[in-house]
């Protein structure tokens, strides 16, 4: 099957999440910039974290599915999956955010991120199988350092942060700092994709 109804499901569930957490930002009591900074100001800092990382999810869905050319149940699946994750970032985020940056839901988060990172490394693996030996996806990953790297510094990150929560949020921050330069191998790959069709 095509991979449009995918796509079309998987970028409303995204919409959802950020408009979710956006919600969950407390209005400032006052009209200063130090009542925005104080009533706003740490909640505003966790969102932006979470943001990032469902605009790097969704910016790397789109690009992985603009090589794929099918998918199959298993990948339908494996979005799911993904979704699933994803979904939970809202409440992990607010947890943190109310928690002032409590160990147990710093910890929470990182696992949050850990399983939505893992879910999206199966989801690669289902549409690259599903999309056959030849799957211009498989190609454009090549060795993909940066999706096995990542696992790595959560569960770091997670550690990190039974001890000092600060250094656990910096290691998130980092892989997605790590995230945000772009893949220029799969943004060839989906322009010869493209030029191909």
């Known amino acids: ?18 408009t979710i957490m956006v919600l969950a930002l407390k209005i400032p009591e006052g009209h200063s910039l ?24 969704w910016n790397n869905h789109h ?16 979005n799911l999956h993904l979704l699933l994750w994803l ?12 928690s002032h940056f409590a160990r147990t839901p710093v910890m929470t988060y990182g696992v949050n991120l850990l399983a939505a990172g893992a879910a999206y490394l199966l989801l690669q693996y289902a549409a690259t199988s599903a999309d056959g030996a ?40 980092v892989v997605a700092i790590m995230w945000l330069v772009p893949d220029k191998r799969m943004e060839r790959f989906v322009a010869e994709n493209s030029a191909g069709e």
């Open 1 to 18: 099957m095509k991979t449009q109804r995918l796509e079309a499901f998987s970028d409303g569930v995204l919409a959802v999440i950020i």
């Open 34 to 57: 130090h009542d925005a900074v104080a009533t706003t100001g740490q909640s505003l800092l966790t969102y932006l974290l979470s943001f990032v990382y469902i605009g790097i999810y």
């Open 63 to 78: 690009h992985m599915f603009q090589l794929i050319r099918r998918v199959d149940g298993r990948t339908l699946w494996a």
């Open 87 to 98: 979904s939970l970032v809202p409440f992990t985020t607010a947890w943190m955010d109310q």
């Open 134 to 173: 030849d799957s211009a996806l498989r190609h454009a990953l090549g060795s993909d350092a940066k999706g096995k790297l990542s696992p790595v510094l959560y569960v770091i990150g997670i550690a990190a942060a039974a001890i000092n929560v600060w250094i656990g949020l910096g290691l998130f921050t």
